[in-house]
């Protein structure tokens, strides 16, 4: 299977349709319900619905999904039934093939059902119609690049005393997206010299996105909040909540951070963890929705 850990959760949709063609007389008995083996349409709808939800045990490489919603839709013609399945989930993967699922399976049954009254029964046209949800449903095109900087803030690393890891994966992540990191920088857990670099960064530099690591826990010496919090001039919860519930989902000391994210003049300046896993981890969180609010910042709209 593949790993969606990382993934965040959007509200996915999938439609499917297939058909299942029969003779006349045949399509005549399901419409007046006189099918020996009993309602065709009903059992169709049933089989598909009951199939959406069990796909991952027929389907190897398919995640077991707890879908919020699925309908199967029976349409009788003179010639052949088409079924329309749709399914609904709020997850980290898409729900196309639970939609196939449930189309086959009730096609399946339908065919099951005829089969002694049309022995030229034939399925066929199963395929998927529509699709929503997931990162790209929420990838914004930029006209030009984002400036980035990131800065490292330890004491022990801005000594020499250990090496930098979280810095570098950012720096690593950001490679993925439309961003040009022209600053990578390690400063020591200062508040004043924390602040003044952010302020000539932006002031200066013009560098339109910020990304500090460290320095955002509990400890004596963490102090980045308190210097993010001097330098902005309109904080952005949305986004540390972001990342404290995708890190929350994956380990509770995540609640114990405190990363601050603003705005001063046209940069964004986010905090993230000092750890390189909740580095990477934040980052899977905030992008590609990040990337919109530059546009908005850049005059755009929602």
């Excluded at 996915?12 to 020996?36: L, W």
């Excluded at 399946?108 to 049309?118: A, E, G, S």
């Excluded at 992540?173 to 022209?182: A, C, G, N, S, V």
Aim: aromatic share 6%; proline share 5%.
């Amino acid at each position: 299977m593949i790993d969606v850990s990382p993934k965040f959760n959007t509200l996915r949709y999938a439609k499917a349709k297939g058909v299942i063609y029969a003779d006349s007389d045949t399509i005549k008995k399901v419409k007046s319900r006189e099918v020996p083996k009993g309602d065709v349409l009903e059992i169709a709808r049933s089989s598909g619905i009951s199939a959406a939800k069990r796909t991952s045990d027929w389907l190897v490489f398919c995640h077991p999904i707890p879908l919020d919603w699925v309908e199967v839709q029976p349409e009788v013609f003179e010639d052949r039934i088409e079924v329309i399945a749709e399914v609904k989930a709020i997850w980290k993967t898409g729900v196309e093939m639970e939609a196939l699922t449930a189309v086959s399976a009730a096609l399946l049954n339908m065919y099951d059902m005829l089969k002694p009254l049309n022995d030229i029964l034939s399925i066929g046209e199963i395929k998927l119609i529509e699709k929503s949800g997931g990162k790209s449903e929420f990838t914004d095109k930029l006209t030009k690049p984002i400036t980035a900087a990131v800065l490292v803030i330890s004491d022990s690393t801005f000594a020499g005393k250990r090496e930098d890891r979280s810095g570098k994966i950012i720096k690593e992540f950001l490679t993925t997206q439309p961003i040009e990191t022209e600053f990578y920088e390690i400063l020591p857990d200062d508040k004043d010299k924390i602040s003044s670099r952010l302020i000539e960064l932006v002031d200066n530099e013009k560098i339109e996105l910020i990304l500090t690591t460290g320095g955002t826990g509990m400890g004596p010496n963490d102090v980045t909040p308190e210097a993010t919090l001097h330098v902005i001039e309109k904080e952005i919860p949305g986004i540390a909540e972001a990342m404290r519930k995708h890190g929350r989902d994956r380990t509770p000391y995540a609640m114990l951070a405190r990363e601050i994210c603003g705005i001063r003049k046209q940069s964004v300046i986010i905090n993230l963890p000092g750890s390189s896993k909740g580095a990477k981890e934040s980052l899977e969180a905030l992008f590609p929705g990040l990337l919109h609010g530059f546009l908005m910042m850049w005059g755009g709209k929602h």
